[in-house]
Nanobody, 124 residues
Framework: QVQLVESGGGLVQAGGSLRLSCAAS????????LGWFRQAPGKEREFVAA????????YYADSVKGRFTISRDNAKNTVYLQMNSLKPEDTAVYYC?????????????????WGQGTQVTVSS
């Protein structure tokens, strides 16, 4: 099992940047694919980005491609989401996710482990 704890959320102006971090417990961090989802008020949970176990493969939602970058440091048991050129529509609670299956996944039910979420608010 793995436990996930996000940090780094906050309030930022449009055009600004934030870096989210997600620290994971456990000794088999590298055995998990990782990702980020987000959920805005009144909306369904939405895929943001994912990264493979070794970090070689990444995948992004079209809405964040070119602005967000997912990365991982297996030595530190941490996954990051660098968010640049933020827009008000990026405002949401951001969740870190993990799963032991191999294939990159973009739907919530394909991830077994979820963090508690961190709020990101982008003002216009």
């Amino acid at each position: 099992q793995v436990q996930l704890v996000e940090s780094g959320g906050g309030l930022v102006q449009a055009g600004g940047s934030l870096r989210l971090s997600c620290a994971a417990s456990g000794r088999t961090f590298s055995a998990y694919k990782l990702g980020w989802f987000r959920q805005a008020p009144g909306k369904e949970r939405e895929f943001v980005a994912a990264i493979s176990r070794g970090g070689a493969n990444t995948y992004y939602a079209d809405s964040v491609k070119g602005r967000f970058t997912i990365s991982r440091d297996n030595a530190k048991n941490t996954v990051y989401l660098q968010m640049n050129s933020l827009k008000p529509e990026d405002t949401a609670v951001y969740y870190c996710v993990a799963d032991r299956s191999l294939a990159i996944a973009t739907t919530p039910h394909e991830y077994d482990y979820w963090g508690q979420g961190t709020q990101v608010t982008v003002s216009s």
